[in-house]
């Protein structure tokens, strides 16, 4: 979808230079035409790049099929108290494998008769003794097909019948009461508690949704969008490109990795709050030169020797950075009036970022200790269960 973005913002960017051409070298009648055309075009544009989205995901939804029946069959996985992985299967991991298995023949094409014959009926058997509104739909799904089967003469119909058998089948798959692995991929609890204190509201739809269909925002509070709602606002309205703050993000947490800092606040933030970091708190240019090409600058930390947060960081460009990271004291380098102007940004940042402060409290020393010695002693037990079997070998 990233390319579908650069896409959006190209759209965007040939729409603002030629509205702009417009106004300056048309005027009456001939303006409101050329405003029109132009808007047809974009339009014809959009609708272009929607479907290409379609085809997109329609290509993923093969794949998180695949992935769900896969979660849904695969043992079960322990940590035993000798360190090492132990698995078991259950009655009800075989049966959902075995749906697995039929819903793949489902989508296979068609090349042997008495084969999806006998398919058929072995969905039926199956499903004949749970009772529910998508068993009725998958058995007149059957009978449809069935019956196609015997005019031979309606190949559309019959494509048709089939995909939307095989979609009704995947989706009686995830019923608990038909395939009780489907419990791993409800998105709702089944406590009414629970399910009261995840649900909030969309401001833009209305709609009552779960918690995980929400972002987040400064990497802990829920926003008052949807996912859905921030993806048409994102593509209708801003058509920003994010590459670059992804690139720019990404960049952050392997320097802040390298610099062995456990817990960064680089991976508490994502790729909107360093955008607005960016683009609002530093207004997008250095702040020394006041160079504003996005791709030449840096956000490096401002004091070298503590962790970078967005009230710990300034925004410059990779040479001035290469030379911030070598001064000890930023008091006796820079001016006093370059040095306030950082801290009210940083003052700033702490207030947007208030409740990402308090997440930003540096682990125990103990417990660090404790986690290498605990990695360190199972690098131990690998390395003699390896040499073992090399002894047993010889």
Known sequence: MLDVELLYRAVNEWRNKELEYIEMHRWGSDKKAAFAQVAQMELDLLLDLEKAKTKIKSGLKDKLISKAFRKMGDPTRALNRSGNFMSWDTPSKFTARQYAKLHRLLTEPVTNLDERYELLELIYEHIKWHESTMTKYLIDLIRRELALLKMKDQPKLLESARKRLANAFYHICRDPSFNPEARKLQKIPFDSMKLRKNMFQCKSCRKLLSRDQFTIINGVSVSNRCITCTGLYRTSILRSDLNLYRYMLKELRYDEREAKVENSVTYLIDVHDLQ??????????????????RYLLRLCRWDRNLPWTPWNCVLLTEEEAVAHVKL????????????????VKHQAARIYFARLTALSIPLDPKLIAFCAAAAASKKKKKLAQIQRGITNKK
């Open 328 to 343: 000890e004291n930023m008091n006796t380098a820079y001016q006093p009036s370059f040095v306030d102007k950082v801290n």
């Open 276 to 293: 607005f970091l960016i683009e609002q708190l530093w207004h997008g240019q250095s702040a020394l030169s006041g160079m504003d090409n």
